[in-house]
């Protein structure tokens, strides 16, 4: 994302609504209200992601907290491995939910 001139997004960010927490996000572009995800394979298929639930199972899960988040006025992009070896496949992704890409942003980047 910073060598494609993407806004520096803020990592792990937590949300809430009425019901509580709805859980943390991997990327989120407060200025866009706009969050990211970006998963695996394993989370639906190991036993330690999977805690006891079939595959379906976490996939109802992981679309209702989707529904949450997009309930609180919220972008959702998801994105996988392949769309990472590929990076005009993520920058496609992010620019069509509505993050601008520029030579303005500016990251600060922690060591």
């Known amino acids: ?3 494609f001139d993407l806004p520096q997004p ?7 609504d009425r019901h509580g927490l709805i859980g943390y996000t991997d ?3 407060k200025q ?6 970006f998963d695996g394979k394993e989370k639906y ?29 919220l972008t ?3 994105w996988i491995w392949r769309d990472l070896d590929h990076p ?3 920058i496609s992704l992010l620019q069509s939910a509505g993050l601008p890409r520029s030579t303005r942003h500016h990251w600060v980047l922690s060591r």
């Open 32 to 37: 866009w209200r706009m969050v990211g995800e």
């Open 27 to 29: 990327f989120h572009w």
């Open 45 to 73: 298929l190991k036993p330690e992601y999977l805690n006891g639930r079939t595959p379906s199972e976490v996939v109802i899960a992981e679309k209702a907290r989707e529904d949450r988040l997009r309930r609180l006025g």
């Open 88 to 90: 005009d496949r993520l």
């Open 76 to 78: 959702v992009v998801r």
């Open 10 to 16: 803020e990592l792990q960010t937590r949300f809430t």
């Open 1 to 3: 994302m910073h060598r």
